[in-house]
């Protein structure tokens, strides 16, 4: 069992939609990148939303794609212990304070989680909050074993529309 912390939020002055997931895996930990793990599909389901359909190689790109379509990033945990990169193995966690972020970012209303565990974890914490939009998503994870094409159509519906 390891204790892992989640990294700093990604976000400027324009985001309007925030993804959230739980907190990351071993690869993305190694990496020191949300979602570091090429086997995950959240880089490339977000790129062929918004018809890039090459994945950038540089994270520092791939993250300057995201603010310019006013999407931030964060995980729900601020901290846990966990063997593995599996959600169902979190223990011990300690959520981030979402009431003072969501007051420093005004331009956020809505929020993403990327699966159901870190909605979970978000709405013991945090039930609704007002103004708020929330959509669960089906998580980009390699764990989850949705066809990619699946997993397209529902973040595509959700961040189409926004």
């Known amino acids: 069992m390891m204790t892992i912390a989640s990294f700093a939020p990604i976000v400027d002055a324009r985001t309007e939609i925030l993804i959230l997931g739980s907190i990351p895996g071993i690869k993305s930990l190694e990496k020191v990148e949300y979602y570091g793990n090429k086997q995950n599909q959240f880089w490339k ?12 190689d540089c994270y520092k790109n791939k993250v300057d794609f995201l603010l310019q379509n006013r999407i931030g990033l964060w995980d729900v945990v601020r901290n846990c212990e966990r063997k593995g990169s599996l959600d169902i193995a979190i223990k011990n966690q300690e959520i981030n304070d979402f009431d003072t972020f969501l007051n420093e970012h005004p331009k956020i209303t809505t929020l993403l989680f990327n ?3 870190a909605y979970q974890f978000f709405y013991k914490k945090y039930g609704q909050i007002k103004g708020i939009t929330y959509y669960v998503m089906p998580s980009t994870s390699p764990a989850n074993t949705i066809p990619f094409e699946n997993k397209l159509n529902e973040w595509s519906l959700v961040l189409s529309n926004l």
């Open 115 to 117: 699966g159901k565990i």
């Open 45 to 56: 389901i977000i790129c062929t939303i918004f018809n890039n359909t090459v994945v950038p």
